[in-house]
């Protein structure tokens, strides 16, 4: 069984119930169960089958209820709870959550009052001002919803790198099982590592293709299949994503591999190249005249053209075949630099596992340290913490470090920015913290000037050692908020603040062109997961591809750095 269906089943009576009206703990207790289900390593069926509902339950934030519900769906395929909300309520309405703007109370208002059912019904009505008459609403906030269905149909399609990447790796180790296939890669923007992608490419190699396309059509993930060849199939997922696959010579891999790769502004580059040295440059290999000069492996291809091999990741022509030429392409972070997570929820806030158990997978991984930043006293729906719990915290933390060898806890916290720029805990209570990392959770609809002076105002404190999620974007589900990020990048120079890069799949924030304009400034990047559960520490390697996108090197990136340099770092 896919336990990211279970988890999307879980969210969805989340929403039905948010719109209901139910108590806000309640329906975050299932929106927390499908986080975490979705991304929990072990497939959930197994788990039944081996250990029944006892089994279920040892998973963090499933208790009794939920664990019925997943045995029910794993015997029925559907949970009854879902079913007699969607009576009630139309399964349309949960959609208009996820326009920006739309809360559940609205989107219940408008169904009671205006029969508003579906994204289209919600759009229809906002144009022909109907919302704006509406008890609570106006001309501003029926604006709002226009331009929140805008960002949505704008995103449409474009699928996050933490969707298909998986996806993708899947298929290949699928089909990697067959003996007939030799080589095997993913190509396109998912190679190159997008925030966001449109389809999913991968290249083979094999002297029995028929046998390929074969398997290819018929695994499980097929949904529709767009079309069969010798050398080319296309199909959809169910999820509704396309992808391609592409059988190739071997001798022609590399040339394939770095022709579908792209991106096409970094390939018209190759072909300048190429023509002033009087070569041509194809997927099928660099010819001069008659002759194939190179394309089995990429390295073969970049070398012929006077080039330094150059990572995926940065192929946008935005300098790095300039740099390639001059053999002075920098050598990108690798997850293996990482030494540590410093932004990771526990159970005392709103994360699902203890600490203890955080640490040893967090050794496991390799690390030195980790960061434990719960939220502050403010955030109340997530399990924010007040002075004396805080404290508490403090003191358990600090005694665990003491048992612990070549391994440390930097007991922090995640700090809301309130609107006025000020931090959610006095400077005695911060004083008393290893780090502070500093988090705009609220208030997202500032004007860019204001959102600036709040964020500059708190870097101005000295306190804030890290600024969490900079934009505060929900890739496909919220905009960026409004704010001069290149102000907000000079601040935190001057104020010797790290830019956090969260690796949670849809934030991905800092973006990666902001990667690039911290390093030139000379502000360190820290790539951290903001995990709330020990399988979402695998986030990392999303945080490093953008890193690396970004142009990144260890010496960027703090969570690179030693232990001992880490504390001088938080010490200001
Ligand atoms: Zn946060
Ligand atoms: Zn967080």
């Given at each position: 069984m896919?336990?990211?269906?279970?988890?999307?089943?879980f969210?969805k009576?989340g929403e039905?119930?948010e719109?209901?009206?139910e108590?806000?703990?309640r329906?975050?207790?299932?929106y927390?169960?499908?986080?975490?289900?979705?991304s929990y390593?072990?497939d959930l069926?197994?788990?039944y089958?081996?250990k029944?509902?006892k089994?279920l339950?040892?998973?963090?934030?499933?208790?009794e209820?939920?664990?019925?519900?997943?045995?029910e769906?794993i015997?029925?395929?559907?949970v009854?709870?879902?079913?007699?909300?969607?009576?009630?309520?139309?399964?349309?309405l949960a959609?208009?959550?996820?326009v920006?703007?739309?809360g559940?109370?609205?989107?219940?208002?408008?169904?009671?009052?205006?029969?508003?059912r579906?994204?289209d019904?919600?759009?229809?009505?906002a144009?022909e001002h109907?919302?704006?008459?509406?008890e609570?609403?106006?001309?501003?906030?029926?604006?709002?919803?226009?331009?929140?269905i805008?960002?949505l149909?704008?995103?449409k399609?474009?699928?996050?790198?933490?969707?298909?990447?998986?996806?993708?790796?899947?298929?290949?180790?699928?089909?990697?099982?067959?003996k007939e296939?030799?080589?095997?890669?993913?190509?396109?923007?998912?190679?190159r590592?997008?925030?966001t992608i449109?389809?999913?490419?991968?290249l083979i190699?094999s002297?029995?293709?028929?046998?390929?396309?074969?398997?290819f059509i018929k695994l499980?993930?097929?949904r529709?299949?767009?079309?069969?060849g010798?050398?080319k199939s296309?199909?959809?997922?169910?999820d509704g994503i396309?992808?391609?696959i592409?059988?190739i010579?071997p001798e022609?891999?590399?040339?394939a591999?770095s022709?579908?790769t792209?991106?096409?502004?970094?390939n018209?580059?190759l072909?300048?190249i190429?023509?002033?040295?009087?070569?041509?440059?194809s997927?099928?290999?660099?010819t001069?005249g008659?002759?194939?000069?190179?394309?089995?492996?990429?390295e073969?291809i970049?070398k012929?053209?006077?080039?330094?091999?150059i990572?995926?990741?940065i192929?946008?022509d935005?300098?790095?075949?300039?740099?390639?030429?001059k053999?002075?392409?920098?050598?990108?972070?690798e997850?293996?630099?990482?030494k540590?997570?410093?932004?990771?929820?526990?159970r005392?806030?709103?994360?699902?596992?203890?600490?203890?158990?955080?640490?040893?997978?967090?050794q496991k991984?390799?690390?030195?340290?980790i960061?434990?930043?719960?939220?502050?006293?403010s955030?109340?729906?997530a399990?924010?913490?007040d002075k004396?719990?805080?404290?508490?915290?403090?003191?358990k933390?600090?005694?665990?470090?003491?048992?612990?060898?070549n391994?440390y806890v930097?007991?922090?916290?995640?700090v809301?920015i309130?609107t006025d720029?000020s931090?959610?805990?006095?400077?005695e209570?911060?004083?008393?913290?290893?780090?502070?990392?500093g988090s705009i959770?609220?208030?997202f609809?500032m004007?860019?000037d204001d959102?600036?002076?709040?964020?500059?105002k708190?870097?101005k404190?000295?306190k804030?050692n890290?600024?969490a999620?900079?934009?505060?974007?929900?890739?496909?589900?919220?905009?960026p908020?409004e704010?001069d990020l290149?102000?907000?990048i000079?601040?935190a120079?001057?104020y010797?603040?790290?830019?956090?890069l969260?690796?949670?799949?849809k934030?991905?924030d800092?973006?990666?062109?902001y990667?690039k304009?911290?390093?030139?400034e000379?502000v360190l990047?820290?790539?951290?997961?903001?995990a709330?559960?020990?399988?979402?520490?695998?986030?990392?390697?999303?945080?490093?591809?953008t890193?690396r996108?970004?142009?990144l090197?260890?010496?960027d990136?703090?969570?690179?750095k030693?232990?001992?340099?880490?504390l001088?770092?938080?010490k200001?």
């Amino acid at each position: 069984m896919d336990n990211a269906k279970i988890g999307e089943v879980f969210n969805k009576i989340g929403e039905l119930l948010e719109i209901e009206g139910e108590n806000i703990f309640r329906v975050r207790a299932y929106y927390k169960a499908a986080q975490i289900l979705s991304s929990y390593p072990v497939d959930l069926e197994k788990i039944y089958k081996e250990k029944g509902i006892k089994g279920l339950r040892e998973i963090p934030s499933v208790g009794e209820g939920i664990a019925l519900k997943i045995e029910e769906y794993i015997k029925t395929g559907k949970v009854s709870q879902l079913e007699e909300l969607e009576k009630k309520l139309p399964p349309g309405l949960a959609d208009l959550l996820s326009v920006p703007g739309m809360g559940p109370k609205k989107a219940k208002q408008f169904f009671e009052k205006l029969k508003i059912r579906s994204i289209d019904d919600l759009e229809k009505a906002a144009r022909e001002h109907k919302l704006c008459k509406l008890e609570g609403m106006g001309e501003k906030s029926e604006e709002k919803i226009l331009k929140g269905i805008e960002f949505l149909k704008k995103g449409k399609g474009k699928i996050p790198l933490g969707i298909a990447l998986p996806l993708a790796n899947f298929i290949i180790a699928e089909l990697k099982k067959m003996k007939e296939i030799d080589k095997i890669a993913v190509a396109g923007s998912v190679r190159r590592g997008k925030e966001t992608i449109r389809d999913i490419d991968i290249l083979i190699t094999s002297d029995s293709p028929d046998k390929i396309m074969d398997r290819f059509i018929k695994l499980d993930v097929v949904r529709e299949v767009l079309a069969k060849g010798d050398t080319k199939s296309s199909i959809i997922t169910k999820d509704g994503i396309q992808v391609d696959i592409r059988v190739i010579k071997p001798e022609c891999f590399g040339a394939a591999l770095s022709y579908f790769t792209g991106s096409k502004e970094h390939n018209i580059h190759l072909r300048e190249i190429a023509i002033k040295k009087g070569l041509k440059i194809s997927e099928y290999g660099v010819t001069k005249g008659d002759e194939v000069v190179a394309s089995d492996t990429e390295e073969n291809i970049y070398k012929i053209l006077g080039l330094q091999y150059i990572p995926p990741e940065i192929r946008e022509d935005k300098g790095e075949i300039e740099l390639a030429l001059k053999y002075q392409i920098p050598k990108l972070l690798e997850e293996s630099d990482i030494k540590g997570d410093l932004h990771i929820h526990t159970r005392e806030s709103d994360g699902a596992d203890e600490v203890e158990d955080i640490i040893l997978e967090c050794q496991k991984r390799g690390y030195e340290y980790i960061g434990i930043a719960e939220h502050s006293q403010s955030l109340k729906v997530a399990g924010g913490l007040d002075k004396k719990k805080l404290l508490n915290h403090i003191e358990k933390i600090r005694k665990i470090n003491k048992k612990l060898k070549n391994f440390y806890v930097f007991i922090g916290s995640e700090v809301d920015i309130k609107t006025d720029g000020s931090l959610d805990y006095d400077d005695e209570l911060l004083n008393e913290l290893d780090f502070v990392i500093g988090s705009i959770h609220t208030n997202f609809s500032m004007k860019k000037d204001d959102m600036t002076k709040r964020v500059i105002k708190a870097i101005k404190t000295k306190k804030v050692n890290i600024l969490a999620h900079p934009t505060g974007r929900l890739l496909g589900e919220r905009e960026p908020y409004e704010i001069d990020l290149d102000e907000i990048i000079k601040a935190a120079k001057d104020y010797n603040v790290a830019m956090e890069l969260n690796a949670y799949p849809k934030r991905l924030d800092l973006p990666d062109v902001y990667c690039k304009v911290a390093k030139d400034e000379g502000v360190l990047v820290c790539i951290n997961t903001d995990a709330h559960s020990i399988g979402e520490l695998n986030w990392m390697s999303f945080g490093v591809i953008t890193a690396r996108r970004g142009w990144l090197e260890k010496k960027d990136v703090l969570n690179c750095k030693g232990l001992k340099d880490l504390l001088n770092f938080f010490k200001k």
